[in-house]
């Protein structure tokens, strides 16, 4: 029988996670790849786990660990994830427990690109020492403008993600920042912004 792996524990000093959320096309993978092209030194990127189909410009290890349906029961079974959820019908992501602990052990803090529901999860499991950005769209419009120019979705997973954006629009409140994607420069400064600043601030101690 293998062992459940522990919840990571937060070292104190590094211990810091950085959530990113945002509904589907709002832009935060590309936020999430500009602050880590900036502070790399000090943050890594939680590669999530799921069972959705790799894009061509995806790297499996990097973007994602892309496995089978049948692998993440397992690693449900196993207790492997932080976190998990059913983000799209028949598409499950998780957070593995193991990539926290690797990045601490590295002495940097984790970034992660979640959906609502995870980036809340997050908090709740760590609710010290974590910041959880949400990725404003300008509209509706630029979401469904930004999901057709990546041109990664059929009609129909377009549409869901859509339905889904409605959704998670009402939850920015329950945030901690809320930073607006509209012209990419300038969210890409204030993502920098806001997240070397987190860094810099002294840790809470639970
Ligand atoms: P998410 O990770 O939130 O699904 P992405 O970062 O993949 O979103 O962005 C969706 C698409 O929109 C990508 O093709 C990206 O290049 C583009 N994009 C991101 N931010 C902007 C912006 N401010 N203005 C125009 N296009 C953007
Ligand atoms: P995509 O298919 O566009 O890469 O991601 C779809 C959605 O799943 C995005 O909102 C993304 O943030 C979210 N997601 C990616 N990894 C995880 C994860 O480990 N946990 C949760 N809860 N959501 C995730």
Redesign the pocket.
């Known amino acids: 029988m293998t062992e459940t792996p522990a919840l990571p524990t937060n070292p104190s000093g590094n211990g810091k996670l950085v959530v ?5 096309g709002a832009g ?2 590309t936020l999430v790849r500009h602050v880590l092209a900036v502070l790399g030194n000090h943050i890594a990127f ?1 590669v ?3 069972t ?1 189909k790799q894009r061509a410009s995806e790297i499996n290890g990097k ?2 660990y892309f496995i089978s349906h049948a692998e993440f029961v397992q690693k449900i079974n196993n207790n492997e994830f932080l ?3 059913e ?2 019908d028949g ?1 499950f ?3 593995l427990k193991s990539e926290i602990e690797r990045i601490w052990q590295q002495g940097k803090a984790v970034i ?8 809340f ?1 997050i908090k709740n499991i760590y609710p010290h020492n974590t910041l959880t950005v949400f990725v404003k769209p300008p509209s509706i419009k630029a979401i469904r403008e930004r999901l057709i120019g990546r041109n ?1 979705e059929t009609n129909e997973m377009l549409e869901k ?1 859509i339905e889904k954006a409605v959704f998670e629009l009402q939850y920015e409140t329950r945030f901690d920042i809320v930073l607006l994607n509209d012209k990419i420069d300038e969210a890409k400064a204030k993502a920098t912004e806001i997240v070397s600043g987190f860094l810099q601030r002294k840790p809470e101690m639970p």
């Not at 990113?20 to 589907?24: C, H, I, Q, R, T």
């Not at 992660?112 to 980036?119: I, K, N, Q």
């Open positions: 990113f959320a945002a509904p589907s935060k993978t939680s999530s786990a799921t959705r973007d994602y976190e998990w959820q983000v799209y598409n992501y998780g957070t992660f690109d979640v959906d609502v529901e995870g980036a999860n990664s993600r």
